[in-house]
């Protein structure tokens, strides 16, 4: 497996190359698959995350990927790929950072099957329950539990174990696209913090397979970093006006870091 960091070119948009591939309205994502599609029928074998914020001038992607990326419209800079064999056992903890789309299945009376996003699932069930608006936890702590409720009953298939309080959730939003002449609309929450492994096995199957729907539009790509004991201190972090409390690595000096910088920093291969 191979883990490369992937940028759009400055002048990426001024090329023809550009405007054919986008025109069917998936947006960046389209580029990426071009970059690994080498026949018309070759199946997605690579998962990617969008770094920007979708608000600067750069277009920044990780990706991990069966095969090497290949750049043939000359519209991307390739940094790496570097080799990306994880060395896990079970009981190592690890800094983790995940972009998911979190959604649930469930059957309606007739028994079709149907996903629902899991933040406006918990927002339903509360007015189900007949609690009025006022009295609905604040929507960054539905965020949190909602999403952290997601995560641990998919962690234990995938080989790994997380703690109500070394985990973080949050930037829920909606990711809107045109697919052909339907619009297409995903629920985007960003995990990240502390996991144990409990099955190497297992663990390194998600982190080349991912976690959760969606992953050839940027979702489900789960990356890890080491975090050693003796670096590690318990802190109070405020995360977008919420206080907890979370073992991380120490920055630069005594400095702490923030859990996403902890594991969005460099040194991404364990």
Excluded at 6 to 12: G, H, N, T
Excluded at 224 to 239: A, T, Y
Aim: charge should be positive.
């Amino acid at each position: 497996m191979y883990i490369s960091q992937i940028e759009l070119k400055a002048d990426a948009a001024r090329r023809p190359e550009f405007w054919r591939t986008v025109s069917g309205g998936v947006e960046a994502h389209k580029l990426i698959w071009g970059l690994f599609a080498d026949s018309p029928d070759r199946r997605r074998d690579f998962l990617c995350r969008r770094r920007d914020d979708g608000r600067g001038p750069k277009v920044t992607f990780l990706t991990v990927s069966a095969r090497a990326p290949l750049d043939r419209s000359g519209l991307w800079e390739i940094r790496g790929p570097k080799a990306y064999q994880p060395r896990l056992k079970t009981g190592r903890r690890l800094g983790f950072s995940l972009r998911a789309n979190p959604v649930i299945s469930r059957r309606d009376h007739a028994g079709r099957l149907h996903r629902h996003d899991v933040i406006m699932d918990a927002k339903k069930r509360l007015a189900a329950e007949g609690r009025s608006r006022p009295e609905w936890p604040p929507l960054p702590d539905l965020v949190q539990e909602a999403g952290f409720r997601w995560l641990s009953r998919r962690a234990g298939d995938n080989g790994f174990a997380v703690k109500p309080n070394e985990v973080g959730a949050d930037g829920y939003h909606q990711v809107r696209f045109a697919k052909g002449a339907r619009q297409v609309s995903l629920s985007s929450l960003d995990f990240y913090g502390v996991l144990t492994v409990i099955d190497p096995e297992a663990f390194g199957r998600v982190l080349y397979q991912g976690l959760g729907p969606a992953k050839g539009y940027g979702f489900g790509l789960l990356l890890v970093r080491p975090l050693p004991m003796k670096d590690r201190l318990s802190i109070l972090f405020v995360e977008k006006g919420r206080l907890d409390v979370l073992g991380v690595p120490r920055g630069r000096g005594d400095e702490p870091v923030s859990a996403l910088r902890v594991v969005e920093g460099s040194g991404l291969g364990v």
